[in-house]
């Protein structure tokens, strides 16, 4: 062939090669069925647990309520000015991901991810139908025929009820779970629930059954970033190519000592769920699952080689293993500095978050003296300023409040009177669940010091008259010394 002939260029596109992950056992495996038992249970029974908070409130234990803009978790309630809370876990849930990523790699990918948890469930429901890898490959090679149709239909079939089992679980999150359940089947429910059922279902049934590795390698940005939370300390899964290459088959009888650990038998790539083989390096696409590390373990079981060929090894450990040393001790690895600074800022939003919770007042109120005009020297000489006062009933029955107020040093101002427009004292009950905007009014006795100052700060206090309640405000009281 002549060098100056024109050389083809590689296509752009490449068909997707399906994957058929054969059946493995071994401690990872084991560990993945434990965190997909924990995470579906979680996941499907969270909303079906009650939690008593009295007649007015809602008894579902987690619940987002959107029509009254709130979330509950089981004692807690977060309102929409309280919004921080939830940036603070969304802030904590980065960080953790940060540093278990720097600590042993895409331990979120492979564990935990419900990209990973549905993918599982729905290739061991093809695995139950269909078989194992071999018996998937022939069915996909095999024409049309009865009995094609039947496990096709089967399969799609359960992994549709599953979808639907996931897009329902999720609504339930969002209203009262057995009233809508009930909704749903007597044709009751919004349409917007009927639509993200169908919506959740698809997505489901299309990314756990269709898409699977491709949604990891494609469309998910974490493969992308992630590499910027890893260093040579960071635990990833690789093969001791130094102990298995050469690799060669294993022959009956024969013994070859020029040969590696490694016996070409293929298992650590028919396990993994990606499609691809460890031995080549680190990829991509490695979501490290450990699935490859149980299967090389069994055959190194089975020919009496010792195990972890494939293995959690740490980049800065492989010049030690080659030279034939040890490597060194995991926990040296985890704890370093990076990891500690993630723990320490994730514990250190934590620990805010926590202490936030329980010193936010059970009392929520705000007050705004009006600008315009300051004040008003009524008939009698006395001077009035006006307040728009919010407060927010945040129990579940009728509350009264009683509004008082005092100098910022905490003691009576002479005369001053406070009158909430509307009503006829210093109280004001607010219906349960809802805020109240109300003007207030103060009110200086002609020729008073309060009446005749520029300024005079003050002190509002909140208190709930039917418990211990009680929170407070500074505010001002603007007198005729202005002019
Ligand atoms: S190479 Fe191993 S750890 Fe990585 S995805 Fe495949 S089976 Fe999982
Ligand atoms: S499972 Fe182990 S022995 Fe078999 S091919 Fe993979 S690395 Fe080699």
């Not at 469309?219 to 970033?225: D, K, L, Q």
């Not at 000592?257 to 696409?285: K, W, Y």
Request: with cysteine.
């Amino acid at each position: 062939m002549s060098s100056t002939e024109p050389v083809e260029p590689p296509p752009l596109y490449a068909a997707r090669e399906p994957i058929f992950p054969r059946r493995v056992s071994g401690a990872f495996r084991n560990l993945k069925w434990a965190l997909l038992a924990v995470m579906l249970g979680i996941y499907y029974i969270t909303p079906w647990i009650r939690w008593d908070r009295g007649p007015a409130l809602p008894d579902q234990a987690v619940l987002v309520d959107l029509a009254n803009r709130r979330f509950f978790f089981f004692m807690i309630e977060i309102w929409p000015h309280e919004f921080y809370f939830v940036a603070g876990l969304l802030i904590m849930a980065g960080l953790g991901l940060f540093l278990f990523t720097s600590a042993a790699g895409r331990v979120w990918c492979g564990y935990a991810c419900p990209q990973t948890v549905w993918t599982d469930l729905y290739i061991l429901v093809e695995r139950w139908v269909e078989g194992d890898r071999n018996a998937r490959i022939r069915l996909l090679r095999q024409k049309w025929n009865f009995e094609k149709i039947r496990k096709r239909f089967t399969k799609w079939t359960i992994w549709l009820l599953i979808g639907v089992a996931t897009g329902g679980a999720w609504v339930f999150y969002f209203t009262d779970a057995p009233t809508l359940l009930r909704d749903l089947f007597t044709g009751d429910a919004s349409p917007i629930a009927y639509t993200t059922i169908a919506v959740a279902t698809l997505t489901t049934f299309a990314f756990g059954g269709f898409a699977r590795e491709q949604i990891c390698i494609y469309a998910c940005p974490w493969p992308r970033i992630q590499a910027a939370m890893m260093d040579e300390d960071t635990l990833v899964i690789a093969y001791r190519e130094w102990r298995g290459e050469p690799r060669g088959k294993l022959k009956k009888g024969e013994h070859d000592p020029t040969q590696g650990d490694c016996i070409d038998c293929m298992a650590c790539f028919n396990v993994c769920p990606m499609g691809i083989d460890i031995r080549d390096g680190q990829q991509l696409e490695c979501i490290t699952c450990g699935l490859c590390i149980d299967a090389c373990n069994e055959m190194m079981d089975k020919i009496g080689k010792p195990r972890g060929l494939i293995g959690y090894m740490a980049l800065k450990d492989e010049n030690l293993e080659r030279a034939g040393g040890h490597p060194r001790n995991i926990w040296k690895h985890i704890f370093r500095p990076r990891t500690l600074l993630y723990f320490g800022l994730w514990a250190a939003i934590g620990i805010g978050l926590v202490v936030a919770l329980f010193m936010r007042s059970p009392i929520d109120f705000n007050v705004t003296p009006n600008r315009d005009p300051l004040y008003v020297i009524q008939g009698d000489g006395s001077v009035r300023n006006i307040y728009t006062l919010r407060l927010r009933n945040k129990a579940g029955d009728d509350t009264t409040f009683k509004v008082s107020i005092v100098g910022v040093d905490g003691q009576p101002v002479d005369g001053l009177t406070v009158h909430l427009e509307g009503e006829d004292a210093d109280t004001v009950t607010v219906p349960p669940d809802e805020t109240l905007t109300q003007r207030l009014y103060l009110e200086a006795p002609a020729g008073s010091p309060l009446a005749t100052a520029d300024r005079t700060d003050l002190r509002l206090w909140i208190e709930d008259t039917g418990s211990t309640d009680r929170d407070s405000s500074e505010t001002v009281f603007n007198g005729t010394g202005q002019r």
